[in-house]
């Protein structure tokens, strides 16, 4: 009999990563999503069936177990609020209520490695996890959870922290927090636990830590990365004067990590995270080779990275509080208020063409126009705590709808003829950034790029009218550049050449 699975928190980093793994594995996958179009463009769509529901909707949560064996619970928020701890936990308890009416034969969770410190000394981020953790397996229902320290993989967010601290800094002065041991753990490790653990008896209903096979601390992991990538050795003094609220500021700073994130990590290196014990093995054997080291770890990670075949990342969750309304279709939704920018340019280049140079836009990639104001743009945003230009892109060439693109994300994705991005910028407002590609019925093609603002307030529109002179050297160029790239991959339509990195 085939085991139905179902996984929350599909769209992040370690759910996308499942979904994958369990139909390889010949699992029956359901996925509860609140927004099921960011699922259309995964590689496994059309393997899986998708629930539309919110995990804190106890009746969307009862019928997404209906008929379901293992549930995998991989909810968590990486940013931090005053409310993070109350919503995690109110999550928690509704999912485990669900569960306990369902016929779930087991939930596996998800968790961070606690330190061996009372909670009330935990960072908030620590200690939601180890309460939700509690939480489910209470519920009835036998539950595994695992306990991960930092994971070492193309794309997630402890990963890319390192990545760019080590490659960007030469030397350093840190918070002396780079020589707290941890114990680091490769993807590939975490999701094979992940992926067994639907198959462990029925009486186990516990957490294990899991960890790779060596200890270490964040200096040693920075210098054991700059020569697996063959950079020189770095230079890391540590003080006691950053803060962890400065040493937040100074990852935001360095990494596409924002501040809001870089935090809660942050809090987390404040105490030790090493495996009390390594029972899991009584369960779930090590692999005959050994668990990944972490230079195995960083080397495949590069590998990915470099061959643009990253499968998901950090950033595929929706940032909290980004806007999440569709594209306001008049201004009447706007209250009246509603600007645009629209820009249309003919091209002989096909559709295909075109379609082609929009969807490779942003990232190393560049923005078609005046990098010198993207660039500008990206640092205002990053200084009053947003996320700023450093995201990038997932793959240079192709998108799916949910993801990030630099400040920017996915909402709609039509090939060959549409892509709407949305602005998660801070700004008094919301924004959205629209291509749509149409035939001209002689063998050319129509490019129609429209920018809308929707203002928030006075300084909504203080802010529109600052910006409107820039415009003049942002739109045009880019419509413009977006029809000479088409045109040149329509000359030369070599992979070498359509792949190249365009010069804005």
Not at 58 to 82: C, F, K, P, W
Not at 112 to 118: C, E, K, Q, S, T
Not at 216 to 242: C, D, F, S, W
Not at 255 to 260: A, E, I, K
Request: glycine fraction near 8%; hydrophobic fraction near 40%.
């Amino acid at each position: 009999m085939t085991l139905r699975c179902l996984v929350t928190g599909a769209t992040g980093y370690v759910g996308g990563r499942l979904v994958r793994e369990l139909v390889a594995r010949g699992r029956s996958v359901r996925v509860l999503a609140r927004s099921p179009e960011k699922m259309r463009d995964s590689p496994w769509a059309d393997q899986i069936e998708v629930v539309a529901g919110d995990a804190t909707n106890s009746d969307d949560l009862t019928r997404a177990m209906e008929n379901i064996d293992v549930a995998y619970y991989l909810m968590h928020s990486l940013q931090e609020g005053s409310n993070l701890e109350e919503a995690e936990i109110h999550m928690a308890r509704t999912f485990a209520a669900a569960a306990g009416e369902s016929s779930l034969r087991r939930i596996v969770y998800l968790g961070g490695l606690a330190p061996d410190v009372p909670e009330r000394d935990m960072s908030p981020h620590m200690r939601s996890r180890v309460r939700v953790g509690k939480i489910l397996r209470e519920s009835g229902v036998p539950t595994v959870e695992f306990r991960a320290a930092v994971i070492i993989g193309s794309g997630s967010a402890s990963f890319e922290m390192l990545r760019y601290l080590t490659e960007r800094l030469p030397a350093m002065i840190t918070p002396r927090w780079v020589r707290t041991k941890t114990q680091p753990i490769a993807v590939r490790d975490v999701l094979r636990y992940l992926v067994m653990a639907a198959d462990l008896p029925p009486h186990v209903n516990r957490e294990f830590d899991i960890g790779g096979p060596e200890i270490l601390t964040y200096e040693q992991m920075m210098h054991r990365y700059a020569a697996v990538a063959g950079l020189r050795k770095r230079i890391i003094l540590p003080i006691n004067m950053l803060s962890p609220q400065l040493s937040s500021h100074w990852v935001g700073l360095v990494t596409p990590v924002p501040r809001s994130i870089a935090r809660p990590l942050v809090r987390s290196l404040k105490h030790p995270a090493i495996c009390r014990n390594h029972d899991i093995a009584e369960f779930i054997p090590d692999p005959p080779d050994g668990l990944v080291n972490f230079d195995r770890a960083v080397e495949l990670a590069l590998t990915r990275i470099r061959e643009a075949n990253v499968a998901t990342r950090w950033t595929g969750a929706s940032t909290p509080g980004a806007p999440s309304e569709p594209l306001p279709g008049d201004p009447q939704w706007a209250g009246g208020s509603l600007h645009t920018d629209v820009r249309e340019v003919h091209t002989q280049a096909s559709p295909e063409d075109l379609w082609a140079a929009v969807e490779c836009i942003g990232g190393h990639n560049g923005w078609y126009s005046s990098s010198i104001l993207w660039e500008a743009r990206g640092l205002i945003d990053r200084a009053v705590g947003g996320v700023g230009l450093r995201r990038g892109r997932r793959d240079p060439e192709k998108l799916m709808v949910g993801e990030a693109v630099d400040f920017w994300r996915v909402e709609e994705r039509l090939p060959p003829r549409l892509l709407r991005l949305r602005a998660e910028m801070k700004m008094p407002g919301r924004a959205w950034l629209e291509f749509s590609v149409h035939p001209d019925g002689a063998g050319g093609s129509v490019l129609i790029q429209r920018a809308v603002y929707w203002p928030r307030g006075i300084a909504g529109h203080a802010y529109w009218w600052s910006v409107a002179p820039f415009h003049a050297f942002v739109f045009p160029p880019m419509a413009r550049h977006i029809v000479e790239r088409a045109e040149s991959m329509s000359h030369s339509p070599s992979p070498e050449h359509a792949s190249d990195t365009i010069e804005a």
